[in-house]
């Protein structure tokens, strides 16, 4: 993605938007953290599970598989966290 502009950044902005938009709305991620009452430690671990979306997104080739990969390791390591 284009991010030598305003327009460019503004553009990322929506994109990492978004992605904090569809996670807060994930039920099974919210009910995990509210399990553990949205401890730092699971906070932290969402908050990198964006990231690392949000850079999927901005720095890799899009295959959907890796993003299947992410989704599946970082969920794994928030709910083994929890439970």
Known sequence: MDSGNGDGNNKLALVEEGIHLIL?????LQLALQYRNYDRFSCQKADQLRADIFSWFTHSELYI???EDILRRKLESILRHIF
Request: cysteine-free.
């Open 24 to 28: 807060s709305q994930w039920t099974a």
């Open 65 to 67: 598989d890796d993003l």
